[in-house]
């Protein structure tokens, strides 16, 4: 198993980039795919996720509504499509995978995004640098 993330960037406040994660070694339809971020001296968060089964997506509070998660079953590829950058998103970017169905709404948040450690691979990271 392997994800190979690209896309991240130098951007301006306001901006756009779009990560890629591409799989191997399984297809989306049987892994959650997630995006997580993590900062110098800080912990590993969730950003957004999608199912494997359905393609449902959930996502964190603050990046609803300027990220998009997206896949192309085909290309065995997720994607995070993120609009009107602001300085507080630099930060480096992994994509992950979980062999079960983990991107599940509970009590009113998809838990995968604050629980890393449910991911069973991760990819490398891409820095994102959004600047002001």
């Known amino acids: 198993v392997q994800l190979q993330a690209s896309g991240g960037g130098l951007v301006q406040a306001g901006g756009s980039l779009r990560l890629s994660c591409v799989a191997s070694?399984?297809?989306?339809?049987?892994?959650?795919l997630g995006w997580f971020r993590q900062g110098s001296g800080r912990e590993r968060v969730g950003v957004a996720c999608?199912?494997?089964?359905?393609?449902?997506?959930g996502y964190e509070d603050s990046v609803k509504g300027r990220f998009t998660i997206s896949r192309d079953t085909a290309k065995n590829t997720v994607y995070l499509q993120m609009n009107s950058l602001k300085p507080e998103d630099t930060d480096i970017y992994y994509c992950?995978?979980?062999?079960?169905?983990?991107?599940?709404?509970?009590?009113?948040?998809?838990?995968?995004?604050?629980?890393?450690?449910?991911?069973?691979?991760w990819g490398q990271g891409t820095q994102v640098t959004v600047s002001s």
């Open positions: 992950a995978a979980a062999e079960e169905e983990v991107c599940d709404l509970y009590e009113g948040t998809y838990y995968w995004l604050t629980m890393p450690g449910e991911s069973d691979y």
């Open positions: 999608i199912g494997g089964r359905w393609g449902t997506t």
């Open positions: 070694g399984f297809t989306l339809d049987t892994h959650s």
